[in-house]
């Protein structure tokens, strides 16, 4: 049973234009969450995360909003790049287990010119 | 060398054989990690070392063995592995057991 659920593989957004990565979690311990990029044939790099106790974390052009009544998340980037073209996955962690983190499947993000 | 680095990038062995996978962080963190990613599936955790210690194993069948002889090395050693097993074998390390994992860019695993 999957514990953190990216039900979209994939997503196609014009440069400029916002995309918008979701993500939903069934279990109600989770307590920190994570998105991460990964671009081919190299690992997952971090790129922003939030904590259960705010609704929104701003970085840039990244934002991340969780509602946690909702358990969802999602991630918007706004504007889009071709740069930003790439894999994201949603990682969640449990209250005192920060060496576990569950990973969703990922969505993969193609920003078209 | 700078980050987490993995050799090999690319992996083909057969169900009898035995090999190892490494994994090295110039990053001076003390917790590293595997994990798997099977095709269309979630990254599974399979280990987690904090200070060369095994803290975490995932239900990992035994034909997986991990090794840390220190906090900058991390080995899996492969051996009599399925068809099943192909993925792509992901390092990752982390300062403390921490969210800030740095991953590595992973090696290939086919089984024939």
């Known amino acids: 049973d999957q514990q953190v659920k990216q039900n979209s593989p994939s997503l196609s957004v014009q440069e400029g234009r916002i995309s918008i990565l979701n993500c939903d979690y069934t279990n109600s311990m989770f307590d920190y969450f994570l998105w991460y990029k990964k671009y081919p044939a190299e690992g997952p790099t971090f790129l922003i995360s939030?904590?259960?106790?705010?609704d929104k974390n701003e970085d840039g052009r990244f934002t991340v909003f969780l509602n946690k009544s909702a358990k969802h998340l999602s991630l918007h980037i706004v504007p889009s790049q071709p740069g930003d073209s790439a894999v994201y996955f949603c990682?969640?962690?449990?209250?005192?287990?920060?060496?576990?983190?569950?990973f969703g499947t990922g969505t993969r993000l193609q920003v078209t010119l | 060398e700078t980050g987490v680095t993995q050799t090999p990038r690319h992996l083909v062995m057969g169900m009898t054989n035995k090999k190892s996978l490494k994994c090295e962080q110039h990053?001076?963190?003390?917790?590293m990690y595997w994990y798997k990613q099977s095709a269309k599936k979630p990254l599974e955790l399979m280990f987690v070392y904090n200070f060369k210690e095994q803290t975490e194993n995932n239900s990992v069948p035994s034909r997986f063995s991990p090794e840390c002889p220190n906090s900058s090395h991390l080995f899996l050693h492969l051996h009599t592995l399925q068809p099943e097993d192909s993925a792509l074998y992901l390092c990752?390390?982390?300062?403390?057991?921490?969210?800030?994992?740095?991953f590595g860019s992973g090696t290939r695993l086919t089984v024939v």
């Open positions: 990053l001076g963190h003390n917790a």
């Open positions: 939030i904590s259960s106790i705010k």
């Open positions: 990752a390390s982390s300062q403390d057991t921490s969210y800030g994992y740095t």
């Open positions: 990682a969640a962690s449990a209250i005192g287990t920060a060496s576990k983190l569950t």
